[in-house]
C-alpha cells in the first residue's frame, strides 16, 4: 500500500506551463508504485527528460522494439538520411503522443484528455483525434475490401 491508504490517482504537472492536473491509476500503475513504496523520496522520483529518454530508450530494447527505421536529420536546412532502432526514437514526446492516442481508441472523451495533457483549446488536442480517426478509416476499408 502507497502510506497508510492506496491512492487512486496521482498528480502531475502537465503541459508547456505546467500545472497540476489528477491522472487515474489503473491497478497496473498502482501496483507498481506499491513495489517501489519507501524506496524514493517522493510517490515518482523526478528525473530530466534526458534521464527519463535514456530510460525509455532501455525498455523499447529490452522490449525487443529493435527493427531499423529511416531516421531524417536535417542539418544546415538540408535532409539528410540514416538509420536507427527504433527503440532509439522513444521520447517523453513519443510517449505522450502514444497515450494520446491509445486513450483516444479506448473511448477517452476529448475534453477528459484535453484536461490531461494540459492543452488550454481542444483544437490542440482534436490533433490526436483526427490520426485516430484516419486509422479507424484506414482499418475500416482493409477490413471492408478483403475478399470473402
Excluded: C
Excluded at 27 to 51: H, W
Excluded at 80 to 88: I, T
Excluded at 93 to 110: E, N
Excluded at 126 to 141: N, P, R, T
Amino acid at each position: 500500500m502507497i502510506g497508510v491508504k492506496v491512492m487512486n490517482f496521482v498528480m502531475v504537472k502537465s503541459g508547456k506551463k505546467p500545472k497540476k492536473v489528477a491522472v487515474a491509476l489503473n491497478d497496473l500503475a498502482l501496483g507498481v508504485l506499491e513495489k517501489y513504496q519507501g524506496q524514493y523520496k517522493r510517490v515518482l522520483p523526478m528525473i530530466s527528460n534526458q534521464k527519463m529518454n535514456k530510460a525509455l530508450n532501455q525498455i523499447g530494447r529490452r522490449a525487443g522494439i529493435t527493427v531499423p527505421v529511416e531516421q531524417t536529420v536535417f542539418r544546415h536546412g538540408r535532409p539528410s538520411y540514416q538509420m536507427a532502432r527504433k527503440y532509439e526514437l522513444i521520447t517523453v514526446h513519443t510517449a505522450r503522443h502514444t497515450f494520446a492516442i491509445q486513450s483516444l481508441m479506448k473511448g477517452m472523451p476529448l475534453p477528459v484528455l484535453q484536461k490531461i495533457l494540459g492543452h488550454k483549446r481542444v483544437q490542440e488536442t482534436q490533433i490526436y483525434a483526427k490520426m485516430v480517426e484516419d486509422y479507424q478509416h484506414e482499418v475500416m476499408l482493409e477490413v471492408w475490401n478483403k475478399p470473402s
